[in-house]
């Protein structure tokens, strides 16, 4: 797989955010993709604090492979970007990204009739959203685990499923959770305090399990209407749900894709779960594998295969990069 990655910044008022372009072999202008990530600190391949599965940058060089332009970049205040990333709300985030489509619209090496957003989890929310207001319609949405859910009830609904598998959680951290449970109460009964509290704060920040967050941003992202984004998406979509994401679940993707008023493919993908890896096992929230180096579903990456296919886009077939 050939490709070139260089820098590419976008400048907001009174930071910067730095991010990564992935060119494909040749000359473009290129089919080009803004990758929008899910929720929490993470950088523009997708990790957090140097760890996590790179799922971004993996996705970026799977469609360099098939002749695809993508940029991704790192959220305000985190790695080269600048600003404070407790601090910002969920529509920051979404004022970010629009930034970055915009600067993409105009810049050479893009094809400005074949542009795309790609979202994951959170970032499909952000993806739906501004499809709707951008000046520059993007051509289609691919949406990979996208929901419909109110953040309030997942929240609830996976604080629910630690519970269920306390019992079962091996070594220290399952001795950990089980100890703060002991002292704090069931971690559902937990969730739904901190909601409660996180709607009388003004600002500041609030724990979710072991990571602190921006309140404002928890209650931008409670107070969405996502059934509301969706009717008002105007381009086609690729909805692509992993039948053992526990996260965002293909039952709400499903919903959607009916709820959708413009053209809409969707795919349920076989044992994927919400890091776009396959589990061959029962899908657990307190997953205790290494995922930092398993590979995309290959199913996933045969779907968005496909799909560019029938787009028109001349391309070799998807494989994992290494």
């Not at 970055?100 to 795309?116: D, E, H, S």
């Not at 995309?296 to 494989?319: F, M, S, V, Y």
Request: hydrophobic content about 40%; overall charge neutral; aromatic content about 6%.
């Amino acid at each position: 797989m050939s490709f070139t990655e260089r820098d590419w910044n976008v400048a907001r008022s009174g930071f910067t955010l730095g991010g990564s372009l992935c060119l494909p072999a040749g000359d473009g202008p290129f089919p080009l993709v803004l990758l929008l990530q899910g929720s929490g600190k993470v950088d523009r391949d997708g990790n957090a604090g140097g760890r996590g599965a790179g799922l971004y940058l993996k996705l970026a060089r799977a469609l360099a492979g098939c002749g695809v332009a993508s940029y991704r970049y790192d959220k305000r205040g985190v790695g080269a970007s600048g600003s404070h990333f407790l601090s910002a709300g969920y529509r920051d985030l979404v004022n970010d990204a629009e930034a970055c489509w915009q600067a993409l619209t105009v810049a050479p090496f893009g094809n400005p009739a074949r542009m795309y957003m790609l979202g994951h989890s959170e970032g499909t929310a952000i993806a739906a959203q501004l499809s709707s207001r951008v000046a520059h319609l993007p051509r289609a949405l691919v949406q990979l685990c996208p929901f419909d859910d109110s953040a309030e009830t997942m929240l609830i609904n996976q604080a629910e499923g630690i519970e269920r598998e306390l019992p079962g959680v091996p070594g220290l951290l399952g001795f950990l959770l089980r100890l703060g449970r002991r002292f704090s109460g069931p971690y559902d009964r937990r969730m739904r305090r901190k909601l409660a509290h996180v709607r009388t704060l003004d600002g500041g920040t609030i724990r979710l399990g072991p990571a602190r967050v921006s309140a404002r941003w928890l209650r931008e992202l409670i107070d969405l209407d996502i059934n509301g984004l969706y009717r008002a998406v105007s381009c086609p979509m690729l909805l692509i749900a992993g039948e053992k994401d526990l996260q965002c679940t293909p039952e709400s993707a499903e919903r959607l894709a009916r709820l959708a008023h413009v053209p809409t493919e969707f795919h349920v993908v076989p044992n994927m779960v919400h890091h776009l890896s396959i589990c061959e096992g029962p899908p657990a929230l307190l997953d205790m594998r290494d995922i930092d180096a398993l590979p995309l579903a290959p199913e996933l990456l045969r779907l968005l295969q496909d799909w560019l296919t029938r787009e028109g886009i001349e391309a070799h077939a998807l494989a994992a990069p290494a």
